[in-house]
């Protein structure tokens, strides 16, 4: 998601009277994209932890990363594709 606001309004999410525990911290995981082989990118989900969100459902990071060097992300052809 972007936001192309040039001051945006900071929004502080902390947990606070009356919202006990309202804010989780979900620490990321390395994982090879792709295989052993693969790139790293760092998963926060899913996670064992969050089974109701989708096992379809993921939340990488990839990078930082010089392009011009690597050529980009190089993702391997995927299992799923057409399904």
């Known amino acids: 998601m972007s936001n192309l606001e040039a001051q945006p309004e900071e ?5 606070g009277p ?28 899913p996670q064992r932890g969050r089974s109701l969100i989708g096992a379809w459902c993921f939340l990488d990071h990839y990078g930082p990363d010089d392009v011009a060097e690597s050529g980009g992300m190089q993702v391997r052809a995927h299992p799923h594709t057409g399904l």
């Open 11 to 15: 929004t502080v999410c902390a947990a």
């Open 18 to 45: 009356g919202t006990a525990g309202a804010v989780e911290v979900l620490e990321p995981r390395e994982v090879p994209l792709g295989g052993l082989r693969g790139m790293p990118v760092r998963r926060t989900l």
